[in-house]
């Protein structure tokens, strides 16, 4: 049986330039999400949401497996982050964020399929956020996008300068700030730490 690999699918997505900010259109994609509010490194409901999230992943992995005899490998975990004013959005009040954490899923994945997989989920008691977690597609369309590397907390100036990027080609912010985590925090040095940033933008 043969394993979708949606990185390989989406390349141009999930491995951008650590040099330079490239401005690329990202097309509607699946997303398994749930929304929280606070600081992700204190906020209980942030862990939880985690959980739930890989559950449901690779509660729906197997099932396709076995049911649709169709295989994929489970994506890393995803988040948008924000405030009403994003004019204010800063790294230094986390406390103040809104946040969806999401993982990306084949297009083969169904409604259906979905509620099945949180069924299974919940009778194992091992998603405590299914009741709010949903499938959902999301387009970002026209957005800017660079790889970073290091600690999450000294991310601001990339993003400074990012936002600055699309100022200087005729841009501005258009939505949520992104992120995806390609490496896992808990077994590498903070300083090697892989995160996509990315912003919708739209022309002035």
């Known amino acids: 049986m043969e394993k979708l690999d949606l990185k390989k699918q989406y390349k141009a997505l999930y491995n951008p330039s650590a040099k330079e900010n490239s401005i690329i259109d990202i097309p509607p994609l699946t997303y398994i999400m749930v929304d929280g509010h606070g600081d992700p490194n204190t906020s209980p409901v942030y862990v939880e949401a985690i959980q ?27 988040g948008l982050w924000w405030v009403p004013d994003m004019g204010s959005f800063s790294t230094a009040k986390k406390s103040d964020w809104d946040w969806t954490m999401m993982i990306l899923q084949p297009d083969f994945i169904t409604p259906a399929l979905f509620e099945e997989a949180k069924s299974k989920a919940v009778a194992k008691g091992k998603a405590p956020l299914a009741d709010i977690a949903r499938l959902e597609t999301y387009h970002e369309g026209t957005s800017v996008q660079i790889m970073y590397f290091g600690p999450y907390a000294d991310e601001g100036p990339t993003i400074a300068k990012m936002h600055a990027y699309a100022f200087e080609q005729g841009y501005v912010l258009n939505g949520k700030h992104h992120e995806i985590y390609m490496s896992d925090a808990r077994k590498v040095a903070p300083e090697k730490n892989k995160t996509i940033i990315r912003q919708p933008i739209k022309k002035l």
């Not at 739930?52 to 049911?67: D, Q």
């Open 52 to 78: 739930t999230l890989y559950s449901l992943a690779y509660t729906l992995k197997f099932h396709c497996k076995t049911a649709l005899e169709k295989d994929f490998t489970v994506m890393g975990l995803e």
